[in-house]
Every structure is written in C-alpha cells, then in structure tokens.
C-alpha cells in the first residue's frame, strides 16, 4: 500500500479549496492503494471526502474508479492502550472527571482525555453556564480535532437545602450550647451566628424540638424557637459548617420532606442548555420516584434531535425505596454518596452502593460510584490506603465507571488522582480474572418479547463462549448499543469491541463496563461489514495473526423475509 507525502496530497488536494490538510490526521498521512482512498472519518469529515472526491474526478493521479473508505473511528486513547498493553490489558472501568477551575483550561482537559477520562462531568451547582459552555466547547474541540472520544455529561442542582455560600470565611465552627439563627433573608459578608439557607420556605412545617442535621451529621440543632420564618437553633453536637452545607430536619426519627420539586425553573433551563450544546447525558439530581425521570426523558424526546441519556442519582432516602422503578425508567443510575451520606446512616452506605451495583446490572444499566473516592487528593499527591481499598472495592463490585468530584474539580492533583483510578482499576480487573473471581449474574431475563430474549441469551452465551476459548476479543455490530450493553453486563475477560453507525449510541457507550465504542458506517451485509474492520484492524495493526475474535452481530437482515439473523462467529486472524 503506497502511502503519500504531504506534499504529494497537497498536489491531490490542490483542486479543492475547502480541505484544509492540517485538520487532516494526527500523523497518519492518508493512504491511497489501487485506485481506492481511504482516509479517516474524523478527519476529513465531508468536506475531506467532497475533496477526495474532487481530486479524482478531476483525474489527479488517474484516480479515475475512485472508493472512499473511511477507517476505523477509533479514539486515540483506547488505540494508544490496545498498542501498548494488549486486548487484555485494556481498562474495563470507565472514568468520569468533573471539571472546575483547576482543570479547565484546553491542556488540563486534554491530558484528562490522554489519561483515560472516559465522560466529563459539568456540574450545573457551580459557576455561570458561558463557563459551562465554554468547557463544552473545548471537550468538542479535542475529540474532534485530536481523535479523543470524551462524552459530556451535566449534573442538575436540583431542589435542595443548603446554607448559602458567601465566601468568607469558608467554615464555621459551632460550638455546643451556641444558638444560631437560620434564616432565607439576604445578607452580605457575615453575620456572628447567623447561617443563610438557600430556599426561602425551608422552615415550612418546622417545629420547635426538630432536630436540624449538618451535612449528615458535621453538627446537630434543636430548633429552639421560630421566629416568622426564622428558626433559632441550639447546637447539641458541635461540629462544622461547610461551605454550601446542607441541612435536613428530623421529626421522631424520621426525614420531613420539603416537597421541592426534582428540577426546579433553573435546572429545566440548565436541561434546556445541555440539548442546545449537544450533552450526552444529563445526571439528574435528588430523583425521588421514577415519573421524574419519564419526564425529563419526555421531554428530552421531543425537544433534543439527539438521544441524550438520563441518568438517575441515588442520594436520597426515598429514592432507595423506589430503587427499582427508577432504575427501570432510566438510562442509568449514579450511587450519589455525598448526599447519600446526608439521608442514610453511612455505615450502610458500603451495603447499598453494592445493592445497587448489583441490581444495575441485573437491569442492564450503566452505574457509576461516586463522591470522595480520593477526596485526600484535593489536598494530598497521594491517596490514603483507605481510599484505594474504597475504588479498589467498587472495581470488584463491578461498577461501570468511576468518578473524581473535588478532586479534579478543584483539587491540587487531579491528573494524579485519575491516575491513581486508572492503575487501581486496571490492578483489581486483572486479580479478578487470574483468581477466577470474575462472577456472572444469575439468569436474568430482561426482555419480554421474543426478540429481546434472543439477543439477551445470545450475549449471554457468547461471553461465557469468549472466555471459555480464552478468545483475544469480542466485536460486536450494534446499531443502538443494546448488543454491546447486553454482552458488557455479563463482564466478558476480553474486551468488548461495539461497532456502531450511530454517533449517540458511541457516546453512550464509553459509560459501559468493557465496551471500546468505534464508530463506522455500517452497510446492511453483515458479513461485508464483518470483514472489513477486521481487514482494516489487521491492516493498522491492532489484531495480529493467530488472535481470535469473538463476533457477535445481530444486523443482519435478508429483504426478502426480512429475517433478522443473530449469530455468533469465532473468526482467526490469518
Ligand atoms: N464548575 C465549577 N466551578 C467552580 N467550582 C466547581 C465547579 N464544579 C465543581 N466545583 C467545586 O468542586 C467541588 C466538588 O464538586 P462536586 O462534588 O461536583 O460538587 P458539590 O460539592 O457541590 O457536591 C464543589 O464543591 C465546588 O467547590
Ligand atoms: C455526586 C453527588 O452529587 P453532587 O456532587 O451534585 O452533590 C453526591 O451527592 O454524591
Ligand atoms: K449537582
Ligand atoms: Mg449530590
């Protein structure tokens, strides 16, 4: 295969004004074989492709039967790891960082994508949405133009009590027996004793002898006395105020509810915002009941053109009575433990975040854990032995992705601490499979219509195939993703490579336990399809001879009786 300068494809390209050749590949020149021209898909977009076809119409090279095949949407991250480590050396556990002020700058963002940020994170609590959009911009930009493939995710702020932040000073110590104020009217600066909330009926229904609760427990109130609305606290456990800390009342025991709706006029507007940008997924705060999320997803059908995933936070007392409904109507769950941590006593904590690893899976959903998983790093270049047992731990539970909060936020060594996730992660994966630990799931039946219990028995019985034979890799030919969530969910030992056309169902993807989106047009013969990635796979490099793959692919479609043929094929690389 002749392989061109750039001066030669500058010749090539003279012709065409619109292609700009330093967009063109990161490296790789394009190559052109036997009057066929491959080039990259990302990088030549269609003005590429306009120009491509232009040099040969114009008979540049005496191309005159030209054929534009585009290669492999490959992310450079998950290219660089496959060269380096091996199909089975791939990290299986995905990423998701959260960005602030001390990573959002367009190196920050892009060495996160380089050490393996799978989804980046914007929480819509903090900062103005021009900062938001901003940072949108710059993921879009890198995936684009340097071939990463980094999905976008935002966080509501939802309906909650909390203490106003106004700066200075950063905490307040409150001692035993002090009386407080709590009050919603406005006020600069600070106030000896006085705490502003952020809502304006949160003393509604609040009674003298309440208990008021910091955060979860960083201190504790009587409410002694209402005043209007005010409510005069004395505190009966000495503790912190945190910026934005959040308070919850107990009545006998038990939780009072403010009744706030799950997205209030502002988070509707940031949801507004997130389809104008083009989001991937929207994490939505404080669900209570699965009707919120239908909603939001209603909502998000008919206003967005493109799928964007909704993704439930569990980090409220309710939402964990109503675990399943919710996990259903979504598209996948977060295990919120911050404010988990507010409503649920936090030595059941470690019990409901495996519950609900393990239910997620079941119901083939994406789940990722979350909040302070190395919250000593906001401060700290390492991790106490604790926290590393603590991301150790979910590893082993099998959660679909890991996220940094503070610590990429705003900590001092975010780039480590992804680091620190990414060699954990990679560490655990491979004790689990040499120790045979890797679990399967009981049978569990997903679908109701025949067609979904094919797929699911298909998935099933293709991993227990793949790691049976010991085979390299898993490819699998999906249009939505449902195939390579199906086979990800009985966590296969190789990694599971998911072919698809769809560019939302790619984005999707990089939140799936295993599954290496790659996106490629898809012709409807299965089998044309088949031999092509793995020629163009095997043509750069990435399946060598003697490595077996695992095909799975459920595309096929034969018109004349519209037949849909699932099959499973175990293909050796010649
Ligand atoms: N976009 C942002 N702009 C400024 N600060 C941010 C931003 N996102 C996060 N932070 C900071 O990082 C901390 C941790 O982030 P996160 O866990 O998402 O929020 P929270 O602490 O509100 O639950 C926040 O408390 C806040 O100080
Ligand atoms: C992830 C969480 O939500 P947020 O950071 O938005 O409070 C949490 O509460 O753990
Ligand atoms: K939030
Ligand atoms: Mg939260």
New binding site residues.
């Given amino acids: 295969m002749a392989v061109y300068s750039d001066s030669m494809l500058q010749k090539i390209f003279a012709k065409s004004p619109t292609f700009d050749l330093n967009k063109r590949v990161f490296g790789k020149p394009v190559t052109i074989s036997g009057g066929a021209i491959s080039c990259n898909e990302r990088n030549l977009k269609s003005k590429g492709k306009i120009a491509v076809k232009a040099a040969a119409e114009a008979g540049v090279m005496g191309l005159k039967n030209y054929e534009v095949n585009l290669d492999l949407g490959f992310d450079v991250v998950a290219e660089r790891e496959l060269r380096e480590k091996g199909f089975l050396g791939m990290r299986k556990t995905k990423l998701v960082c959260?960005?602030?002020?001390a990573c959002c700058s367009l190196e920050d963002l892009e060495r996160l994508a380089m050490r393996g940020m799978n989804v980046a994170?914007?929480?819509m609590?903090?900062?103005t949405r021009e900062?938001?959009r901003d940072v949108i911009g710059k993921i879009k930009k890198l995936n684009e133009e340097k071939g990463f493939s980094v999905s976008v995710m935002i966080?509501t702020e939802g309906s909650l009590i909390h203490v106003v932040d106004h700066g200075v000073p950063s905490s307040l110590k409150a001692e035993e027996g002090s009386v407080w104020v709590f009050t919603a009217q406005k006020f600069e600066g600070s106030r000896p004793f006085t705490v502003q909330a952020n809502y304006q009926g949160f003393s509604e229904g609040i009674m003298v002898g309440d208990e008021l609760v910091i955060d979860g427990g960083m201190a504790r109130f009587e409410v002694v006395e209402k005043m209007g609305d005010d409510l005069h606290c004395k505190c009966t456990d000495p503790g912190l105020f945190l910026?934005?800390a959040k308070l919850s009342f107990w009545r006998d025991g038990k939780l009072s509810y403010h009744g706030l709706p799950t997205l209030s006029t502002k988070d509707w507007a940031d949801v507004d915002f997130g389809i104008s940008e083009g989001v991937d997924f929207i994490a939505m705060s404080f669900v209570n009941d699965a009707d919120s999320v239908k909603d939001l997803k209603n909502h998000l059908f008919a206003k967005s053109s493109k799928s964007i995933r909704v993704l439930a936070k569990i980090e409220t007392l309710e939402s964990l009575q109503k675990l399943e409904e919710i996990v259903e109507a979504s598209d996948g769950i977060m295990v919120a433990r911050?404010?988990l941590g507010v409503e649920v006593p936090l030595e059941q904590i470690p019990t409901v975040q495996e519950d609900i690893t393990r239910l997620c899976r079941q119901m083939n959903k994406p789940v990722i854990i979350a909040?302070q998983l190395l919250e000593s790093m906001v401060e700290y270049p390492t991790p106490t032995r604790a926290e590393v047992a603590d991301v150790s731990e979910a590893v082993r539970q099998y959660a679909d992705a890991l996220m940094l909060?503070?610590e990429s936020?705003?900590g001092l060594h975010g780039q480590k601490a992804l680091s620190v996730l990414q060699m954990a992660s990679s560490r655990m994966e491979l004790w689990s499979r040499e120790e045979n630990r890797q679990s399967s799931i009981s049978n569990h039946q997903l679908g109701s219509s025949l067609s979904d219990c094919i797929a699911e028995e298909i998935c099933s019985c293709a991993v227990q195939m793949a790691n049976n034979l010991g085979v390299d890799a898993i490819f699998v030919y999906t249009k939505h993703g449902e195939m390579a969530s199906l086979l990800s969910c009985n966590r296969p030992y190789p990694p599971i490579f998911a072919f698809t056309s769809d560019s939302d169902a790619r984005m999707a993807l990089n939140l799936q336990w295993g599954v290496i989106p790659i996106l490629v047009d898809l012709a409807d013969d299965m089998e044309a399809n088949i031999s092509k990635t793995i020629d163009l796979m095997r043509t750069n490099g990435m399946v060598k001879e003697g490595e077996a793959v695992l095909v799975v692919s459920d595309l096929t479609a034969t018109r004349a009786t519209s037949t849909i043929f699932q099959s499973i094929q175990v293909k050796i690389i010649v």
């Fill in positions: 959260t960005i602030g002020p994170r914007l929480n609590c903090h900062n900062w938001h966080d910026p934005r911050g404010d909040s909060s503070g936020a705003i």
